[in-house]
Every structure is written in C-alpha cells, then in structure tokens.
C-alpha cells in the first residue's frame, strides 16, 4: 500500500530478507483469517491455489522459494517434501512462456561500436562492452571500482568480487577492433562522498551517470541507436543473455558457459542462451548436410632464399596461424 514504502510509490528498495518477512507475514496472516494452527500440506496447498488466482507462474515459484526458507528457519518445516504443492506449482506453469529480454548479435554490437559516437556514447560503449565480455549483471557494473580493473597492456583483467551466486568471478578484454582506446578515453572516475571507494562509472556528482537504471538501460540505448524494434524488450538482463548466446554459437560447452557467468545450474544457464538463427543454421548444416568442423594442419617450410613476397587467403573461417620462427 501507499503507507508501507514499497517500491511501487517511492524510491525504497526492499532486501531481500524484507520482502521474505513480508511473504512469512503474508502467510500468518491468511492463516489467522482461516483459523489454521497448524502449515500441512493441505493448508499450504489451498494459500497457493487462491495466489494462482491473482499471479503468475514464475511469482508463484518465488514466493514458494522464499516461504520454504523462511519455514524452515523459524518453524523447522520444510515444505520441499510436499510432493502435492510442487506437482501444484508445476501443473501452474503449463503454457506459461516467460518474458525474456531481447539478445544483441554479434554484427549488431560491432556496428554500435564503429558507429556511435565516443562523446555521446562513451559510456554505453564501454559498459557494453564489459557487460557482454563477463556477463555481467546490471548491479555488478554500477558496483565496479577501479581497483577491480587492472590494465596489462594488450588486455584488461577485471575482476567481480561480489555476485549475486557469491562466487567471485575474473574476466577478460582484449584489444579486438582497438576497444581498449574507449577505455583509455574515461575521465578519473569521481570518487562517492559517503565512500572511499572509487566508483568505476562515476564521472560527475551532478549527473551520476553510472547509476542501476543507467547502467540498466545500456542494452536499449543501443537497440534505440541501431533503430531496432522492440527497445524496450532489451532490458538489463541483454548484456547476460547476450553473452552467452554469444558463447552457444560459438560451440562453447554449457559447463564453460556457467564458469564464465557465473551460474551453478545448468537450467538456468540454459534458459540464458537464445534460439538464434546462427545457431539453428549450424546446427541444420550439420544434421541435413553432414558439414563438420574439423582441424586442417598445414606446414610450409620456408627458407631465407625462397621468401615469398606476399600471401592470400581467401574464403577463410576459424583458421588459425602459428609462426614459428627458427634462427
């Protein structure tokens, strides 16, 4: 309601252990209008199925998540061995398709890049292109500092300490396309008054551009810019489900997938990875036509007499070239 500083009439963001107490409540007080002593099965079973009546699958399964927890830390009863309520829980979710954020490609992320404007476009840029390398989330950019940015020369090691999962993560960005001349273009980042923590995306104390709904609204920015449809479809989970699928195109193996983001189930990260057509095509070719990847080794030997005054390659896809140089 208006009087209890929710998120919906204000600017007060709830914990996570609040909203748990206010699902608990939520359940005690259905319970007293009921007159139920006693969270069986059955009694827990009819609290979802009048919920079913006002939400959705996915708010079903979360407010189950958070009255699990909250049962077993102050009541000693754990629901996760009612087989009634989840087969309840699951018979919900039949035909429910969840909304999911739109994905960026490849060629569109490129032309953003060599498109946009540095000026205007500075820190967008530079927080997609962080946020597709380490799939990060929308938090984990606004909490990113400069010391968890080291510069190696060739590369940037970035570092996440603190995750949603609690498993810090260590990721990578190379100079391809020159990307690391947008990061040398940064101003000193300004430093929060209420901290000593330099803030990585904070220029100015005035615009204080590198806040969650700023950082959040990287992804449709640049769908805005690319003139795609459907802005606001990319939303902030883009820059993580575009980085996997990214990762799913490019023949990487789920387990590889979830040690680059950050995920310990492999359905959730499957749920993070698009359909896309790249992918769909590959994997017809392979199916209908029996095209295969396979590794070609090729060596030239090649002599101080017999140099050969230029080299063409044509028509090639992951290739790669090893020099060996022998004096």
Request: some cysteine.
């Amino acid at each position: 309601g208006r009087d209890c500083g929710g998120c919906k009439y204000c600017n007060k963001q709830f914990t996570a252990y609040e909203v748990k107490i206010f699902i608990r409540y939520s359940l005690q007080s259905w319970c007293a209008e009921k007159n139920v002593q006693v969270y069986s099965e059955n009694v827990l079973l009819a609290y979802f199925s009048e919920n079913a009546k006002n939400y959705k699958s996915s708010t079903l399964w979360a407010q189950y998540s958070m009255v699990k927890s909250c049962l077993i830390i102050y009541d000693n009863i754990d629901i996760s061995k009612f087989p009634k309520l989840i087969a309840f829980l699951k018979r919900t979710g039949d035909g429910y398709q969840a909304k999911k954020s739109k994905i960026l490609t490849k060629s569109e992320i490129d032309r953003f890049l060599s498109s946009a404007d540095d000026k205007k476009f500075l820190m967008i840029k530079v927080g997609l292109i962080l946020g597709i390398a380490g799939a990060c989330r929308t938090d984990e950019l606004v909490n990113l500092t400069v010391d968890d940015i080291e510069d190696v020369g060739s590369s940037l090691i970035v570092k996440i300490p603190n995750t949603k999962t609690k498993i810090p993560r260590i990721f990578v960005v190379t100079d391809v396309g020159n990307m690391l001349e947008l990061f040398w273009k940064i101003p000193v980042p300004f430093v929060l008054p209420t901290s000593s923590i330099s803030a990585f995306f904070c220029t100015t104390k005035q615009e204080n551009p590198g806040g969650k709904n700023t950082m959040g609204k990287i992804p449709s920015v640049v769908a805005s810019y690319l003139k795609l449809p459907d802005v606001a479809c990319y939303t902030g989970h883009c820059l993580r489900r575009s980085s996997a699928t990214l990762l799913a195109d490019a023949g990487v193996d789920i387990t590889r997938i979830k040690r680059h983001a950050g995920w310990k189930s492999t359905t959730v990260a499957e749920g993070y990875v698009e359909n896309s057509i790249e992918n769909k095509t590959k994997i017809a070719n392979q199916v209908l036509v029996g095209t295969t990847i396979s590794a070609i080794t090729k060596t030239v030997n090649v002599s101080e007499s017999n140099i050969p005054s230029n080299i063409n390659f044509e028509n090639c896809t992951n290739v790669t070239f090893n020099l060996n140089v022998n004096k």
